[in-house]
């Protein structure tokens, strides 16, 4: 699976910003989509995950309630809805893609990776 991430910019605190994932290759929808950020310094987090129906969510605690992730499995596109934004969301935002079922947060549990947006908020 291909995956292309876009989206990011800069927005000021309290603003919001829609990211994309769009997905090539494989059957789309064989696959639950992850989003992850990596801010300077900083690891890798879970962001969120959604399953291959999308009627399935889950999110870090540190974004719940504030971003949104979804899919069109007919675009092969899944989306965060980032809203709220706060200036410690600033990252950069990786989607990646999970051919195994159920809730997975970690990421070397996910096989295929895009290559990450940049979102940085200003306070």
């Known amino acids: 699976v291909q995956l292309q991430a876009s989206g990011g910019g800069l927005v000021q605190a309290g603003g919001s910003l829609r990211l994309s994932c769009a997905a090539s290759?494989?059957?789309?929808?064989?696959?639950?989509m992850g989003w992850f950020r990596q801010a300077p310094g900083k690891e890798r987090e879970f962001v969120a995950r959604?399953?291959?129906?999308?009627?399935?969510?889950y999110y870090a605690n540190s974004v719940k309630g504030r971003f949104t992730i979804s899919r069109d499995n007919a675009k092969n596109t899944v989306y965060l809805q980032l809203d709220t934004l706060k200036p410690e969301d600033t990252a950069v935002y990786y989607c990646?893609?999970?051919?195994?079922?159920?809730?997975?947060?970690?990421?070397?549990?996910?096989?295929?990776w895009g290559q990450g947006t940049q979102v940085t908020v200003s306070s």
């Open positions: 959604i399953s291959e129906s999308g009627e399935s969510t």
């Open positions: 290759g494989r059957p789309f929808s064989n696959y639950a």
């Open positions: 990646a893609a999970d051919g195994v079922e159920g809730l997975r947060i970690l990421g070397r549990s996910y096989q295929y």
